[in-house]
C-alpha cells in the first residue's frame, strides 16, 4: 500500500518507519527541514532505542522516504496524521494548531476514496470537525481516529505489536470502506489475532484520554499513599507489592515516587478536564484535579526531603542530580519531575550539578542555568548529596561503595524507590526516600 504520514515526530516517525517494515511504501511529511534531513541520513532526532537501526533498514529497502513537500502525499491511499497537540500556552486545552494547519495542506491533495487516518491525542469531537471540513471540500475521502498508545523507550516495540486496535468509524455509508483500508494497513497486526476494537470517532478519540488519565490515576493514589506512610511510617513499596498480586489491581503503574511528567500523561488530563468543561460535563473529571496536584506535590516533598537530610538548609549545599529525562530510555525532558526538583533546589540556593546518560542536550537548550556533567561521578564530586531522580539502569547499577568514594557526604535520596536500600545502607549511606522510612 502506499501510505503518507503527516508529521515525523515521535509518534509519526516511528510509525512510518514501523510501517515500510512491514511492507508498505511510506512518505513521512514534515515542515521541519532538520528532522526530515536527519531522518533521510537514518539518523533519529530523539533518543529511541532500536529506532535507528529500524530506520536504516527501512530506508535501505527504498520504501521509505521523507519530504517537506504535501505534494509528495498525493496518490497515498492512507494519510496518517501524526502531529504533536501541545498544551496551550497558559491553559488547560489541547493546542490544535498543528492538526488544523496540517489538513489544511493534505486538503490540496487529498482524493475521493482515499482515507485520512488520525493518530494524533485529540479532544473528542475532533474527527467529527475533521470529517465535516473534509466532507465539505473533497467529498468521497474518509476519515477515521485511530488512536497510538505507544510508550517512549519502547516505542518500535508498541507500534509493531500493540496490544489492541482502536479503528473510530464514521457513522455513514462509509464505515466499511475506513475500516477495509486500515485492516489492509495493519494486515499482519490483524492476522495475529490483536485485539481489534471498532468504534464512532467520540469513544475512539476517548479510548486515549481515559487510558492516560487512568494511568496517570493509578501513578497518583500510590503516590497519596506514599504520602500516608510518610505520616504513618508505612513503606509504599511494600503495600504496592502486596496489593498489586490482586490481580484486579496488578503491580504496574504502582511505582510511587516523584510521579508522571512527559509529554502525553500531564497534558492529556489537563486537555481533558478543559474538554468536558466545554461539554458541560467538568464534574465528571474533577479527580482528575486532584491527580495533578498529587503528583505536582511529590516534587516540592522532595525539595523538603532534600532540606531535611541537609540540615535544614540548601544554601550553598552541593547537591548531585541523577537523571533530567521524565523517565529512563527517553531524552525527552518535556515536565520531566527530574529537572523540575533541580530547578527548585537550584533556587533555594543548593549548588546543583546534573547528569543524564541521554538527555543533557535537551536539557542544557531548555534549562541552560543549570549545571551539567556526563557522568555520575563528576556530578557526585564533593556533593553533600546525592539525588536520583530518573532511575536508568547505570544509576540503579551503581556500586554505593565505589560511588562513595567520589562525595564529600554519603547521603542518597531515591526519587524513584529504583535503588537497593540495603546495598546503600550497608555501605554506610543515609538512604531516604518518598514514602518509605529513614534507612
Ligand atoms: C504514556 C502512556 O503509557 C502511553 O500509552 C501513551 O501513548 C503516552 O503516554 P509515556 O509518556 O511514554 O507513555 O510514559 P510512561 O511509561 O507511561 O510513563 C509516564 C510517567 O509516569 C513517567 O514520568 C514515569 O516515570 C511515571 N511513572 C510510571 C511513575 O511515576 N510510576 C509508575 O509506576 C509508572
Not at 115 to 136: F, I, Y
Not at 163 to 180: F, I, K, S, T
Not at 325 to 338: E, G, L, N, Q, V
Amino acid at each position: 500500500m502506499r501510505i503518507a504520514v503527516i508529521g515525523c515526530g515521535y509518534l509519526g516517525a516511528v510509525h512510518a518507519a514501523s510501517m515500510a517494515e512491514i511492507g508498505h511504501e511510506v512518505v513521512g511529511i514534515d515542515v521541519d527541514e532538520r528532522k526530515v534531513a536527519a531522518l533521510r541520513d537514518a539518523r533519529a532526532p530523539f533518543y529511541e532505542p532500536g529506532f535507528e537501526d529500524l530506520l536504516q533498514r527501512t530506508l535501505g529497502t527504498g520504501r521509505l522516504s521523507f519530504s517537506t513537500d504535501m505534494a509528495d502525499a498525493t496518490g497515498a491511499q492512507v494519510h496518517f496524521l501524526c502531529v504533536g497537540t501541545p498544551q496551550k500556552h497558559g491553559e488547560y486545552g489541547a493546542d490544535l494548531r498543528y492538526v488544523d494547519a496540517a489538513v489544511e495542506s493534505l486538503l490540496e491533495v487529498l482524493q475521493p476514496g482515499e482515507l485520512l487516518a488520525g493518530k494524533s491525542t485529540v479532544p473528542v469531537g475532533t474527527a467529527a470537525r475533521l470529517a465535516e471540513l473534509v466532507d465539505g471540500k473533497v467529498p468521497g475521502a474518509l476519515v477515521a481516529w485511530n488512536p497510538e498508545f505507544l510508550r517512549e523507550g519502547f516505542a518500535v516495540e508498541d507500534t509493531l505489536h500493540p496490544d489492541r486496535l482502536v479503528y473510530g468509524l464514521p457513522a455513514d455509508g462509509y464505515g466499511e470502506a475506513a475500516e477495509r483500508l486500515l485492516d489492509e494497513v495493519y494486515a499482519p497486526i490483524v492476522a495475529r489475532g490483536t485485539p481489534k476494537v471498532t468504534t464512532d470517532y467520540a469513544t475512539a478519540e476517548m479510548v486515549k484520554t481515559a487510558a492516560n488519565s487512568f494511568l496517570a490515576t493509578k501513578i497518583s493514589f500510590i503516590n497519596a499513599m506514599a504520602e500516608l506512610c510518610e505520616a504513618t511510617g508505612a513503606d509504599v513499596k511494600l503495600l504496592a507489592d502486596a496489593i498489586g498480586y490482586d490481580d484486579r489491581i496488578g503491580r504496574k503503574f504502582l511505582n510511587a515516587g516523584l510521579g508522571f511528567g512527559g509529554g502525553c500523561l500531564p497534558k492529556d488530563i489537563r486537555a481533558f478536564m478543559a474538554r468536558a468543561g466545554e461539554l458541560g460535563a467538568d464534574q465528571a473529571l474533577t479527580f482528575l484535579r486532584e491527580v495533578d496536584n498529587i503528583n505536582m506535590r511529590r516534587r516540592i516533598r522532595m525539595v523538603e526531603l532534600a532540606r531535611e537530610v541537609l540540615d535544614g538548609s540548601l544554601l550553598g549545599k552541593k547537591v548531585a542530580v541523577l537523571g533530567a529525562a521524565f523517565k529512563p530510555d527517553s531524552d525527552d525532558i518535556r515536565d520531566s519531575p527530574a529537572l523540575n526538583v533541580a530547578q527548585q533546589l537550584q533556587l533555594q540556593g543548593a549548588v546543583v550539578r546534573v547528569t543524564d546518560p541521554a538527555a543533557i542536550e535537551n536539557s542544557r537548550r531548555e534549562w541552560p542555568h543549570l549545571d551539567y556533567t556526563s557522568t555520575p561521578e563528576e556530578a557526585a564530586a564533593g556533593a553533600d548529596a546525592v539525588l536520583v531522580l530518573t532511575e536508568w539502569r547505570q544509576y540503579r547499577e551503581l556500586d554505593p561503595v565505589a560511588f562513595g568514594q567520589h562525595v564529600r557526604q554519603k547521603r542518597v535520596l531515591d526519587g524513584r524507590n529504583a535503588l537497593d536500600r540495603e546495598a546503600w545502607t550497608s555501605a554506610g549511606w543515609t538512604y531516604r526516600a518518598l514514602g518509605r522510612r529513614a534507612g
